[in-house]
């Protein structure tokens, strides 16, 4: 087991250096970082004084090396825009982000399950056919159209939500959180719906059809044959056998969640890095947008590798076989 986990360990490693290459290669091909630093009329002689300062005119392997360096302790400069640390602007931003991120996944998870097993169980019922419209729904519209709709429904139409920013929030410590607040609980509601809606019909679907897979092998039928209960069988047995590509799904989204938040935290103006990156790009602030793909790249790995030790957990197949030598 714990040779499994550094070979994973040092898999990440080499995704991590790959994405590092890639985020060091738009300091060098989008554009003069110079020129985002000072102005217009700034003499030519004072313009390499800065590049000299910055380490510009450096051989390109020492540049890269010394970005990775201050990249694995968290310094990726100064944010040509806001003329503040990186590091503290995607601090200020991280609790909005994966508060969003996390309550969407929630939401897809609690609800994607439960209906899937629902539609699974009683695929003919009327419900489930509805279940199944809307997870046509939700994998069809662009997830801007569903944030929108929303908007205009819940807050132009009905006026019971806010249509944009995060509330009031709560600081703890570093961390902020419009979790404790009313306000903030009414802002995170439609974007968390139009953040997950489109993972919660991906869970759906996938569990429906785990559970009509699992319900016709051999072991659900010895198991019917031994007299054990509906409930004991459908949620102790066909429901466990699900769980592994249900946690490849929610583990893997999650990231997913995090990198494309980008759409929703612009529609709902959310104050989280998704928002920071879009208005990086609108003013070619590269240490921004080279920081959040180390940072994207950081998280999908990290949740790779969780992941791939939860399997080994749920199901004891995955164990033997990383026992045994190759």
Same mark, same amino acid.
């Given at each position: 087991?714990?040779?499994?986990?550094?070979?994973?360990?040092?898999?990440?490693?080499?995704?991590?250096?790959?994405?590092?290459?890639?985020?060091?290669?738009?300091?060098?091909?989008?554009?003069?970082?110079? $020129?985002?630093?000072?102005?217009?009329?700034?003499?030519?002689?004072?313009?390499? &004084?800065?590049?000299?300062?910055? /380490?510009?005119?450096?051989?390109?392997?020492?540049?890269?090396?010394?970005?990775?360096?201050?990249?694995?302790?968290? $310094?990726?400069?100064?944010?040509?825009?806001?003329?503040?640390?990186?590091?503290?602007?995607?601090?200020?931003?991280?609790?909005?982000?994966?508060?969003?991120?996390?309550?969407?996944?929630?939401?897809?998870?609690?609800?994607?399950?439960?209906?899937?097993?629902?539609? /699974?169980? %009683?695929?003919?019922?009327?419900?489930? %056919?509805?279940?199944?419209?809307?997870?046509?729904?939700?994998?069809?519209?662009?997830?801007?159209?569903?944030?929108? #709709?929303?908007?205009?429904l819940f807050s132009v139409t009905l006026g019971w939500l806010p249509s944009y920013g995060r509330g009031d929030t709560v600081r703890i410590g570093w961390w902020t959180t419009g979790l404790l607040t009313l306000s903030g609980l009414k802002a995170l509601i439609m974007p968390s719906i139009t953040l997950g809606l489109f993972q919660m019909t991906l869970i759906m679907r996938i569990v429906r059809a785990e559970m009509l897979e699992v319900l016709r092998t051999d072991y659900i039928k010895f198991a019917r044959a031994r007299g054990l209960t509906t409930r004991a069988i459908h949620f102790g047995h066909a429901? %466990? $056998?699900?769980?592994?590509?249900?946690?490849?799904?929610?583990?893997?989204?999650?990231?997913?969640?995090? +990198?494309?938040?980008?759409?929703?935290?612009?529609?709902?103006?959310?104050? /989280?890095?998704?928002?920071?990156?879009?208005?990086?790009? &609108? $003013?070619?602030?590269?240490?921004?947008?080279? +920081?959040?793909?180390?940072?994207?790249?950081?998280?999908?790995?990290?949740?790779? #590798?969780?992941?791939?030790?939860?399997?080994?957990?749920?199901?004891?197949?995955?164990?033997?076989?990383?026992?045994?030598?190759?």
């Amino acid at each position: 087991m714990f040779a499994f986990i550094i070979r994973r360990a040092l898999q990440a490693i080499g995704v991590l250096l790959a994405v590092g290459i890639i985020s060091f290669a738009m300091f060098r091909f989008a554009g003069d970082p110079v $020129n985002q630093i000072v102005s217009l009329d700034t003499p030519a002689a004072e313009r390499e &004084q800065v590049r000299r300062s910055l /380490g510009f005119d450096d051989p390109v392997p020492v540049q890269f090396a010394r970005y990775l360096t201050r990249a694995a302790t968290g $310094n990726f400069g100064v944010s040509y825009q806001f003329r503040q640390p990186v590091s503290t602007l995607l601090a200020e931003r991280m609790p909005a982000t994966l508060e969003l991120a996390f309550c969407a996944t929630l939401f897809a998870t609690g609800f994607g399950v439960l209906m899937g097993v629902y539609s /699974g169980l %009683k695929r003919d019922s009327f419900l489930a %056919k509805i279940f199944q419209t809307v997870s046509l729904i939700g994998i069809s519209l662009p997830t801007f159209l569903i944030g929108i #709709l929303l908007i205009y429904l819940f807050s132009v139409t009905l006026g019971w939500l806010p249509s944009y920013g995060r509330g009031d929030t709560v600081r703890i410590g570093w961390w902020t959180t419009g979790l404790l607040t009313l306000s903030g609980l009414k802002a995170l509601i439609m974007p968390s719906i139009t953040l997950g809606l489109f993972q919660m019909t991906l869970i759906m679907r996938i569990v429906r059809a785990e559970m009509l897979e699992v319900l016709r092998t051999d072991y659900i039928k010895f198991a019917r044959a031994r007299g054990l209960t509906t409930r004991a069988i459908h949620f102790g047995h066909a429901l %466990k $056998n699900t769980l592994v590509p249900v946690i490849t799904i929610v583990g893997l989204q999650f990231g997913s969640v995090i +990198a494309f938040a980008i759409i929703t935290e612009t529609v709902f103006q959310w104050p /989280g890095m998704g928002l920071l990156f879009v208005q990086a790009v &609108q $003013n070619v602030d590269i240490p921004i947008m080279a +920081a959040y793909l180390m940072l994207v790249a950081l998280i999908f790995v990290a949740i790779n #590798l969780a992941v791939d030790i939860l399997y080994t957990i749920v199901d004891p197949r995955l164990r033997t076989s990383i026992r045994q030598p190759a």
